[in-house]
């Protein structure tokens, strides 16, 4: 080999090496024995143990495990987003047994059947579904109307509407309780010992207000609610 090829072959060695030096600077060298961590692609979620840890939700969305989006049934009654949705959410997810649609329906046909049978003095029908409380509250309400003499004719007429006005849980007890808010067309009148009408009108349909709140604990296998409050 000539002095003239030596030379070159220097010089190519040398610009190899250096392009080199400079790709790994680029690059970084990976031998097999690095920390994984360090080689972990760009924003790429750091492992876990729960596989909900592994999810990145993009902006502006929900992670399926901690806030799943509402379905039909509660856009039905809530709007998204709304603490109402949300929360009836959380029910429905922690009860599978839970649905929007049939408990609105319960609410409907407990709403008609327990003010009738209060409006009658009919305490064996309001026991089982009346909170202990409540119970007592409606029995002395009904006690005291008999010490006085007074008897109720009511006829429901029908129900204008019932809303699904709240929902919250209770974490540390795993109680859910619902409101809703019933307006009903119903004729009534309240008679004295001697049968006169000293309120209400046999012959006139008059619209009533409630708000009633119902309770259940979640997972509970008895799927009955029961009335915790009432108001207007």
Excluded: C, H
Aim: no cysteine.
């Amino acid at each position: 080999m000539s002095d003239n090829d030596l030379l070159i072959t220097i010089i190519l060695a040398a610009v190899a090496g250096f392009l080199l030096f400079r790709l790994r600077n680029v690059l970084g060298e990976r031998t097999g024995f690095e920390d994984p961590d360090k080689y972990t692609r760009q924003n790429e979620p750091a492992s876990s143990s729960s596989a909900d840890d592994n999810v990145t939700p993009f902006p502006g969305s929900r992670s399926a495990a901690n806030d799943p989006a509402p379905d039909a049934e509660v856009l039905a009654v809530a709007e998204e987003g709304s603490p109402l949705a949300n929360a009836l959410m959380v029910i429905k997810r922690r009860d599978s047994s839970f649905s929007v649609t049939e408990f609105m329906t319960g609410a409907r046909g407990a709403y008609e059947m327990l003010l009738t049978a209060f409006e009658a003095g009919d305490t064996e029908t309001l026991k089982p579904f009346l909170a202990p409380d409540v119970f007592t509250a409606f029995s002395d309400a009904i006690a005291q109307r008999k010490s006085s003499g007074l008897s109720v004719e009511m006829k429901f007429v029908g129900l204008e509407s019932a809303e699904l006005i709240e929902a919250t849980v209770d974490d540390a007890t795993g109680v859910a309780e619902i409101s809703v808010r019933y307006a009903a067309d119903v004729i009534s009148a309240t008679r004295n010992s001697s049968g006169e009408i000293v309120e209400g009108d046999e012959n006139a349909v008059r619209r009533i207000g409630d708000v009633w709140t119902y309770s259940r604990m979640l997972g509970n296998p008895d799927p009955n609610w029961t009335l915790t409050a009432t108001g207007e």
